[in-house]
């Protein structure tokens, strides 16, 4: 079953819908309602290895629909930690859950200031009104 | 091309009301999606669905010498079918290259009814146009017909209509719409495409819906064509594919004389260099067309299939290579990816 379009509080965001709850020197990463919705239900997770790095702006992994693939890009650098597994098994997790279950990395950041530099929720819902 | 320039079909209300996704498709403004794609694509392998499939070209040919014009250009044999028949076709350049791949819908000796690929229909049009015979007239009537494909294995049930022979055609009603009845499909199940004329069409679509019928998006139908290895012209099939490669042998009447029969002949003789080739996926991986397959091959279609859930595709690889159970290395975004060729279809319905 399909999320509800929802943009959380408390998350930050990148403009390629994207977001990241930081927790200290570490983040939790994923797509947002919107990227899902746009790829439709996901059939693939073309996921990064635990370890492996990943540098802010830059594509980490893919998520492929029937119809199409897109890159998932990183709203902020460091080191992977953790790749949600479950999103591995069934990727339609995302479409269910996109900031729960459907998480897609867990980081440990490089770069904590890199922080700074994400979007609100309210300058992202301007990215999604102007997009 | 800007969204204002494409093309809209006579349901284009229908599906924006509807909520569909739509996308530019051969210069028309398509649904690719309304709930979304897999539950589309079950809802034909197990029930009913609806597309509107209206920007596909209709061109008559009509007069005592259609069928010799016919019999000319076309690839199979129309001795084969009667009135009230159809026949899986191609149009044939001189290279034995594909200019289209059709259904011949035979009216009677005099009247041929050709439904071509929207992409293809001026191309096709022209080329018939251009070889028109003294008592021959081809007519492309597309923009008089709407055409609904009902597809599934309770398509024909929920809309009343009796059940007839695959390739077979008849005028009928549906919902107080007439419509002529044919029993062909683009998707491996049971079901009927319904032609109307084009102001008919809201209530044909709305009496299909209410039957039971779930509109379905262009993802599906490819999705839904590619489990069951349908060529889809412009990727698998093209002007310079030859249908002896493309496994289309069986549509080419050799003993019969037509555009390019001669290269199609020696082809068929030699042996092709190249077939294309059905595969699944043995690792989490979506092939796309395009993509290389090691060893000088070429993927032409891909996707995930919802039925089997998992990746499969169609495409050219080295005769050597194309027996079923060969493993192929597939390039899917700089990534080596294994896959097996299997037989045609992919997936096939279970006979009930």
């Known amino acids: ?35 899902q919705e746009a790829l439709g239900e996901l059939v693939h997770f073309e996921a990064p290895e635990a370890g492996a790095t990943v540098t802010k702006d830059a594509s980490y992994g893919e998520v492929e629909s029937v119809k199409a693939v897109s890159d998932v890009i990183a709203p902020l650098s460091g080191e992977i930690l953790e790749v949600n597994q479950k999103v591995v098994e069934a990727p339609e997790t995302v479409n269910e859950d996109p900031y729960g279950d459907g998480w897609l990395i867990r980081i440990k950041l490089s770069d904590p200031t890199e922080v700074d530099a994400l979007l609100d929720l309210g300058a992202y819902k301007q990215v999604l009104e102007d997009s | 091309m800007p969204p204002d320039t494409l093309l809209k079909t006579p349901l284009h209300a229908r599906h924006a009301a509807a909520g569909a996704r739509l996308v530019p498709f051969a210069g028309w ?8 794609v897999i539950p589309e694509h079950r809802a034909v392998r197990t029930d009913c669905g609806v597309f509107d499939v209206s920007h596909m070209g209709e061109l008559h040919v009509e007069g005592p010498t259609a069928h010799e014009l016919l019999q000319g250009v076309l690839s ?43 992409g293809n229909r001026e191309a096709a049009y022209a080329w018939l146009k251009e070889r028109e015979l003294r008592g021959s007239e081809v007519r492309d009537a597309s923009d008089e017909y709407a055409l609904l494909a009902v597809q599934g294995p309770r398509a024909l049930e929920r809309l009343g209509l009796p059940d007839a022979r695959p390739f077979t ?19 491996g199940e049971e079901g009927c495409e319904l032609m109307c004329a084009a102001e008919d069409a809201e209530a044909l679509w709305d009496a299909v819906v209410a039957a039971g019928a779930v509109p379905c998006g262009l993802g599906a139908r490819d999705s839904l064509r590619l489990e069951v290895c349908y060529p889809l012209h412009g990727n698998d099939i093209t002007p310079d594919t030859d249908a002896i490669s493309a496994g289309l042998g069986w549509t080419c009447a050799l003993a019969k004389e037509f555009t390019g029969v001669e290269e199609l002949r020696r082809i068929k003789e030699a042996g092709p260099e190249r077939k294309l080739v059905a595969f699944t996926m043995d690792e989490k991986a979506v092939p796309r067309q395009g993509m290389t397959i090691a060893g000088g091959g070429t993927v032409t279609s891909g996707t995930h299939s919802p039925t089997l859930d998992q990746g499969i595709g169609m495409g050219y690889v080295p005769a050597a290579r194309a027996a079923p159970g060969t493993e192929l290395t597939i390039d899917v975004r700089g990534k080596d990816r294994a896959a097996t060729v299997v037989p045609k279809p992919i997936y096939k319905r279970e006979e009930s």
């Not at chain 2, 403004?29 to 979304?36: C, D, L, S």
């Not at chain 2, 009216?107 to 439904?115: E, G, K, S």
Request: glycine residues 12%.
């Open chain 1, 1 to 35: 079953m399909a999320a509800s379009e929802d943009y959380p509080e408390g998350l930050k965001y990148h403009a390629e819908h994207d977001w990241a709850r930081i927790d200290g020197d570490e983040a939790v990463c994923g797509v947002t309602w919107f990227a």
């Open chain 2, 29 to 36: 403004e398509m649904p690719v999606q309304y709930e979304g």
């Open chain 2, 76 to 118: 199979n044999d129309l001795e084969r079918i009667g009135d009230g028949e159809a026949q899986y076709t191609l149009l044939t350049n001189e290279r034995g290259g594909i200019v289209d791949d059709l259904i011949a819908y035979r009216v009677d000796p005099n009247h041929y009814l050709l439904i071509v690929n929207a």
């Open chain 2, 169 to 187: 055609h008849a005028m009928g009603e549906v919902g107080g719409v007439e419509a002529m009845v044919n029993r062909t499909g683009y998707t």
